[in-house]
């Protein structure tokens, strides 16, 4: 049995739906500050396959809490690293449901969510970091995972990034809340060039202990780095190496990680 729950900041039940393998709960009004969705499910971990507004992407999520509660994003700041039309449209229609074996073990990239938060949910994957530019939603590590890869420019969807706010000492931390066996990452650096600098190197730090070192260029295309396979609950990039150039501002629109390729 799933349950979605549309709720209040006061905690006031605005709607509810369930069933034995999938709740989908359409809105017939907007949303007011504070409301959340809560998901919840009768044991964990269980992986689920969600879409809470048409304008997210579905997200494959493993889910280690019986409740999971999705704040419901608010535009408040200058820029918005949502679409347009995300969590704004008066009629609205969200979906939840156990995911299939099938699609459990057929997803390409096991560091995509669509719908990661800023803070730790519960819900996997999920990063973060230790620096985000002026603490802007456009620059939140969350969005180095959200599936967007547009990155000639910066701010705006889908032009979000993970901004570490010229700090050297930046890491961003990609946890999986499982173990899992990788082959291999891509980055997608920003490359909104003149602004932009870029890293020419950087260190992927695994739970194991055991460390990557990637030499990285300057190209707006997915850089892919294979490494002899691991199975972690974690990877960490850290030591990122700026390139000696005028620009300020080098950035990560996306980061992937990559398993073993079915047979």
């Not at 964990?44 to 999705?70: E, G, N, S």
């Not at 990155?151 to 889908?158: E, L, M, Y």
């Not at 691991?230 to 990680?257: C, G, M």
Request: hydrophobic share 40%; aromatic share 10%; glycine share 6%.
């Amino acid at each position: 049995m799933i349950q979605l729950q549309q709720v209040a900041a006061n905690g006031e039940v605005i709607a509810t739906t369930s069933g034995a393998s999938r709740a989908d709960l359409a809105r017939h009004h907007g949303f007011a500050r504070g409301d959340a969705f809560v998901v919840t499910v009768p044991q964990t971990p269980v992986f689920l396959m969600v879409q809470l507004d048409a304008a997210l992407a579905p997200a494959l999520i493993y889910l280690t809490t019986p409740t999971w509660r999705y704040q419901i994003p608010q535009d408040d700041q200058r820029e918005w690293p949502y679409p347009a039309s995300a969590f704004r449209s008066r009629l609205g229609y969200a979906t939840v449901r156990f995911a299939t074996p099938a699609e459990v073990q057929a997803a390409p990239n096991l560091a995509l969510n669509t719908h990661d938060q800023h803070e730790a949910s519960g819900a996997f994957p999920h990063v973060q970091a230790t620096a985000e530019t002026r603490g802007e939603t456009v620059f939140y590590a969350k969005n180095a995972i959200d599936g967007i890869v547009a990155n000639d420019s910066h701010g705006n969807w889908p032009f979000q990034s993970w901004g570490i706010d010229q700090d050297p000492t930046a890491t961003l931390t990609l946890d999986f809340g499982r173990p899992v066996t990788l082959t291999g990452i891509g980055l997608v650096l920003r490359a909104d060039y003149p602004h932009d600098s870029y890293w020419t190197a950087l260190d992927v730090v695994f739970e194991d202990g055991s460390t990557v070192p990637i030499a990285t260029t300057k190209t707006a295309a997915c850089q892919r780095f294979d490494f002899p396979a691991r199975t972690v609950s974690w990877l960490r990039l850290t030591h990122l190496i700026k390139a000696p150039d005028s620009a300020t501002f080098p950035a990560l629109t996306q980061l992937e990680a990559y398993g073993p390729t079915p047979a």
